[in-house]
């Protein structure tokens, strides 16, 4: 203080942690910039906690020591038509492979909780976290709701609007099914109460290596609709909510000002039920329109900036090109991976992004072109196809392609100590 007057310092900061997303999908995805200079007024005791605050941050957070490893290296992209997890991963014929670092399962809601919110069924996935640990291996476990939402989050109190997809199945030509609303408060707290079990459960197992979102899509990816009559109709209940449902009480002026807080605040839970855990979104567009993709580059830029390091963010349409292939750029802070769009084994046309090399080459050259694109773009895991990863003639590709994937994984220093920071008073 002087002659009675408060003093006050103005700290003008000038800092960008925005970092670019490449992508290997055929449409653009690139997500919004952030990061733009602010001057704000701060009293001199203020400031000096706020710049310890903002130092401790940048070094701090980012280093997330807390966390444990983040994934990184080859995955084997497991599946099973159940969406229950119920086989042997002992058996499992990768699963002594040392060109192979993890596997990646991919579970329903409803067959952890089939009959009601008070019981739980994780004997599969507690199978599958003890067989990797025997064989030295990493887990990733995926829990979809969306279309896998148990029946009775629909019927007990309090009740949770049931939509009914107008997209129909291409072979039965029924609904896809029905999938809750992201905003439901309702369903919000059936769901978190769920998650807080999960996380309460593996995530401090170090054999968990990372946890892909799920909450407010149909399924693992971003998108919640995929046609025209169930944008308008999602459209329409987000501004006029159902009578009869109490998590549904409040009208919005459009879909986004209901998805985007709902969302937000699934990447939050997470953040918490799994605190040493890396969290990975599968980012594809939320619409298929200029919305749609309007609202993933948003969401994927909070994420990023809200929790770096902790939260990641995964392509699940990495396409192969031919060679020559780019070095990649100085490894990103922030998590990212893929998963091939296809087994290369089996359709290496579709698997080359277009236009397609001619004549199509012979394999391993398609699965090692995937690789490597996703290499080049700074991916640090890559979910591959079980029926890639068994081949004989995959396995010297396998053995190349990993160490470079291992080799994008940030150092863990800290970023240079932050520029144009100014005091005055």
Same mark, same amino acid.
């Given at each position: 203080m002087r002659g009675g007057q408060q003093q006050r310092i103005f700290l003008m900061t000038s800092l960008d942690q925005s970092n670019p997303h490449g992508g290997c999908q055929r449409q653009s995805q690139n997500p919004l910039g952030s990061g733009k200079p602010s001057l704000r007024s701060y009293t001199k005791e203020t400031a000096t906690v706020l710049c310890a605050v903002l130092l401790a941050g940048l070094t701090g957070s980012l280093l997330a020591a807390d966390l444990k490893p983040v994934p990184s290296g080859i995955y084997d992209l497991t599946y099973d038509v159940a969406h229950n997890a119920d086989f042997d991963l002992n058996l499992n014929p990768v699963i002594d492979n040392p060109n192979v670092d993890g596997f990646r399962l991919r579970i329903s809601w409803a067959s952890i909780q089939p009959d009601n919110g008070d019981e739980y069924d994780w004997e599969n996935l507690d199978n599958a976290i003890a067989a990797v640990t025997a064989h030295g291996k990493k887990l990733c476990?995926?829990?979809?709701?969306?279309?896998?939402?148990?029946?009775?989050?629909?019927?007990?109190?309090?009740?949770?609007?049931?939509?009914?997809?107008?997209?129909?199945?291409? *072979?039965?030509?029924?609904?896809?099914?029905?999938?809750?609303?992201?905003?439901?408060?309702?369903?919000?707290?059936?769901?978190?109460? /769920?998650?807080?079990?999960?996380?309460?459960?593996?995530?401090?197992?170090?054999?968990?290596?990372?946890?892909?979102?799920?909450? /407010?899509?149909?399924? /693992?990816?971003?998108?919640?609709?995929?046609?025209?009559?169930?944008?308008?109709g999602l459209t329409n209940l987000a501004k006029n909510p159902p009578a009869g449902y109490p998590g549904l009480v409040t009208p919005y002026p459009d879909f986004g000002t209901a998805y985007t807080p709902a969302a937000q605040d699934m990447i939050s839970t997470y953040i918490t039920d799994f605190p040493t855990t890396s969290l990975i979104l599968t980012f594809t567009v939320v619409f298929p329109n200029d919305l749609g993709l309007t609202l993933a580059n948003q969401l994927l830029a909070w994420g990023?900036?809200?929790?770096?390091?902790? /939260?990641? *963010?995964?392509?699940?349409?990495?396409?192969?090109?031919?060679?020559?292939?780019?070095?990649?750029?100085?490894?990103?802070?922030?998590?990212?991976?893929?998963?091939? *769009?296809c087994r290369a084994v089996d359709n290496p046309a579709w698997l080359y992004q277009d236009p397609d090399p001619t004549p199509i080459p012979p394999a391993p050259q398609p699965l090692q072109d995937a690789l490597e694109t996703g290499v080049s773009a700074d991916g640090i895991f890559i979910e591959v196809y079980e029926g890639d990863l068994t081949q004989d003639q995959s396995q010297p590709v396998l053995a190349a392609e990993r160490p470079k994937l291992l080799a994008n994984v940030w150092d863990g220093k800290p970023p240079d100590p932050p520029t144009g920071l100014h005091f005055v008073w």
């Open positions: 476990i995926a829990i979809a709701a969306g279309l896998w939402t148990p029946d009775w989050v629909y019927t007990s109190a309090p009740v949770v609007y049931k939509y009914a997809m107008q997209e129909k199945d291409p *072979v039965t030509r029924l609904s896809l099914g029905n999938q809750p609303l992201p905003w439901d408060t309702a369903y919000q707290a059936k769901w978190k109460k /769920f998650l807080a079990a999960f996380g309460a459960r593996y995530d401090s197992n170090p054999a968990l290596s990372y946890v892909v979102i799920g909450g /407010f899509m149909e399924q /693992f990816n971003m998108y919640i609709a995929n046609i025209q009559e169930d944008i308008v990023k900036e809200t929790y770096p390091i902790h /939260f990641g *963010v995964m392509n699940s349409s990495l396409f192969a090109t031919p060679s020559p292939h780019d070095p990649p750029p100085p490894p990103l802070t922030y998590i990212k991976g893929y998963q091939l *769009v």
